[in-house]
Structures are given as structure tokens and as C-alpha cells.
């Protein structure tokens, strides 16, 4: 028996007598479930039970290096965890910006300090954490961001506002783009990157409300807020090096979410969750969706996003083995949005006229929310970096043309 068999069954084994059984069948994905932070709130009591045991073994961030509080897992046992919790079908322990973003950033551009200090709070998921790089002013712009750091000492005294800042105000803590050297010759060349602790005195968060009716999106107000020199990661005036190297693991986490993982999930081994819906709707004859044409777009959105979750699982095997994220974040990207707009168009039209509810009586509750989702996927285009923002990338660096 090979090496990873041994492993894979000793992990099976593990989990089997470890996974609370209040879990099974809980929706998974990454930007749903849990995770953590002083604010947590665990709907069911097992998963606060599955991220304790788990943190406990290292597996929330299985293939981080051990003194961080990681697995040390290798790639290929890292993939065997995924698909062995796939086959019980629990979701992930944990998932939050920590893991997708800061901490994979901190890995490779953050100091001893900085690693001890912060990446195992994440993988034991007592810190939640936001972004803050967007502006008023400075959206796909954003090198023209003017949010200012200060330096006073042995602290920066920061001053400005972030927008679209996710979850800030449920966050423990921010990394953001700061304006330390107005004077720089490039805009490029004057911005730092650093960590501030969302309790400091002066932040102040305002939740903006969307079409949708709710929102994650929160305005980030900093008004004189000393933060410690310390806190910067990489170097003083450094900091687009680092901001860059984090949007490719943002972008492949979005693209993931709305395209790949994103997509429903099967409610059995048979029929999709788009094709039940469909039925549920529509109608069946013979076993499937009386509908032909129906029946072939849900067919089509099925393999299409099948084809896309296996190629981003590509990137992400690749991740674990130590590839950074290039331009295939970007289109994957563009790629993944589109498909999960496509996804909430396609879903609505299945529902027909009890797509036009909002509230009240004669509505199903998963109906109505189905409509504040289309409504909120409009914004996916937007988030995380312009559609037109990464086919400009994608043009320049894959596809070698002039822009």
C-alpha cells in the first residue's frame, strides 16, 4: 500500500470518529461557513466543535508550515483532506479572508514576527479579517488611492476612508493600502501595506445597504489611527508589490466562489440542484424537465460549471505546491463572475412570476431569496476588480497586446 493510501485511509478513519454529526450536509463553499473571529456565532453547535478539533490537528490551513499552526500537509495530502471531507460531505472548518488572503500574503512577504504573531490566531480562527483597499475615490484606479499614513515616530498615524470594505464590521482586524510617500515619482512607488487592528481608536465602520436588500459591504473610516511601524509588511513605500501578489489570491477566491465551488450543491448523487428547481417549477416527464429547452440550458450551466471547478481546482493543486497566482486569476476571474450571473438569470427564469416577490405571504423563503441573490449578483462583474480591469490584464500580460 502506497504512502498516500495509508494516508488517506488513517485521514478517512480520523474524521469518521471526529466529525459531529449536526454538520453533515451543511452548505460549503468560500464565502460560506464558518468563520470565526471574536464576533463568531455558530448556528449549529458542531461547527464550533469541527473548528476546534480541527485547528487542534492543524487542518484548517493543512498545508501551512506547522509552527504557524498549520497541517504540514504535502499537496497531494492536502487534496486527499478535501476530497475524503467532500465524501462525508462536512464543510470546511474555517474559511475567511485569513486563510484565502492575509495569511497566504504574510507566508511570503511578512517577517517572523509578523507570521508568529498572526497566522496562528487564523488557522485557530480567533481573528477575523477585511481588506481595505478600495476608495471613493480610488476604485479601479486603485494606485491613486489617498488614504494617508503618516510617520510619527514609531507609529504611522493613518487618515482616510476604504469603501466596499466585506464584512469590516464583523472584522478583528484590516491589511490596507496607505499613502505614505505623497512625493514618490510614481504613484505606484509611494504605498505601504499594513495591518490594523479594527478596535484601534479612530475606526469607525458604516455598513452600506445594496439593491439586494443586505449587504457584506461597509464604508472603513480611519481618523488619526496610530498604528505601529511594525505592522508593516514587506517595506516602508513597498507596499504594490505585496497588494498585487494578495489580488491574485482574491481573484482566484472569487472566481472559485461564484463559478466553481460557488454553484449549488447536489442535494444526492442524482439530479443538480438547478435541475430540481427546475422541476419543482417547470414540471417533469420521463424522469426529467418536461421542458427541452429548459432541460438543455440547465445541462449546459451544469457542465460549464463542472469544466470551471475543476480547472480552478487545477490552479489551486497548483497553489498548495508552492505556485503563486499569475494572470490565470484574472480570467478566471471574469470567467467565474459571468458564469454566476449567468447562473441567477438562468434560476430566475425557472421561477417565473414567483421571482417577483420580495417579502410577505404566498412566497417561498428560498424563492425570494433566489431574486435578492440575481439582484446582488450584479455586482459580481464589479468586486474584487473590474471585468474590464482584468481583460486589460489579461490582454497585456497573456496575450502580449498593446493597451
Not at 488517506?8 to 471526529?18: H, S, Y
Not at 479572508?97 to 480567533?126: A, S, W, Y
Request: glycine content about 10%; aromatic content about 8%; overall charge negative.
Amino acid at each position: 500500500m502506497s504512502d498516500l493510501e495509508t494516508f488517506r485511509q488513517q485521514t478517512r478513519a480520523w474524521l469518521e470518529a471526529n466529525v459531529p454529526n449536526d454538520i453533515v450536509g451543511l452548505p460549503a463553499g468560500e464565502l460560506e461557513g464558518t468563520w470565526g473571529g471574536k464576533r463568531a456565532t455558530y448556528p449549529v453547535p458542531g461547527l464550533k466543535t469541527w473548528l476546534d478539533v480541527m485547528a487542534d490537528k492543524g487542518w484548517t490551513a493543512p498545508t501551512w508550515p506547522t509552527e504557524y499552526g498549520g497541517g504540514g500537509l504535502d499537496p497531494d495530502e492536502a487534496k486527499v483532506l478535501t476530497q475524503e471531507m467532500r465524501a462525508l460531505k462536512v464543510p470546511a472548518p474555517l474559511i475567511g479572508f485569513g486563510l484565502t488572503m492575509i495569511g497566504p500574503t504574510l507566508l511570503r512577504f511578512g517577517n517572523d514576527e509578523q507570521k508568529k504573531e498572526h497566522l496562528p490566531k487564523i488557522c485557530r480562527g480567533e481573528i477575523r479579517w477585511c481588506q481595505g483597499y478600495s476608495e471613493p475615490g480610488s476604485g479601479s484606479d486603485l494606485a491613486s488611492l489617498q488614504t494617508k499614513a503618516v510617520r510619527d515616530g514609531d507609529d504611522f498615524v493613518i487618515t482616510g476612508t476604504k469603501v466596499w470594505t466585506s464584512y469590516a464590521d464583523q472584522a478583528d482586524w484590516i491589511f490596507a493600502l496607505v499613502r505614505s510617500n505623497p512625493d514618490a515619482p510614481k504613484k505606484q512607488e509611494g504605498i505601504t501595506f499594513i495591518l490594523i487592528d479594527m478596535d484601534d481608536p479612530g475606526v469607525k465602520v458604516s455598513p452600506i445597504l445594496l439593491i439586494s436588500g443586505k449587504s457584506p459591504f461597509c464604508e472603513t473610516h480611519f481618523t488619526d489611527v496610530r498604528v505601529p511601524v511594525e505592522n508593516v509588511v514587506h517595506k516602508i513605500d513597498a507596499g504594490w508589490t505585496v497588494a498585487k501578489a494578495l489580488l491574485g489570491h482574491e481573484r482566484t477566491m472569487i472566481a472559485d466562489a461564484f463559478g466553481g465551488s460557488g454553484a449549488k450543491p447536489r442535494k444526492d448523487a442524482g439530479r443538480s440542484f438547478l435541475s430540481d428547481l427546475a422541476v419543482q417549477h417547470v414540471g417533469e416527464a420521463d424522469g426529467r424537465v418536461s421542458d427541452a429547452i429548459l432541460r438543455d440550458e440547465v445541462a449546459a450551466m451544469e457542465m460549464d460549471s463542472r469544466a470551471f471547478g475543476l480547472t480552478v481546482q487545477r490552479t489551486k493543486d497548483a497553489a498548495r505546491a508552492g505556485h503563486q497566482p499569475g494572470s490565470e486569476s484574472s480570467m478566471f476571474k471574469v470567467y467565474g463572475t459571468e458564469l454566476n450571473m449567468q447562473r441567477y438569470e438562468l434560476m430566475v427564469r425557472i421561477l417565473g412570476p414567483d421571482a417577483l416577490g420580495w417579502e410577505g405571504e404566498g412566497f417561498d423563503e428560498a424563492d425570494l431569496n433566489t431574486t435578492r441573490e440575481w439582484l446582488r449578483s450584479r455586482g459580481n462583474s464589479i468586486e474584487g476588480g473590474t471585468s474590464e480591469i482584468q481583460l486589460n490584464i489579461i490582454a497585456k500580460h497573456v496575450l502580449g497586446l498593446p493597451v
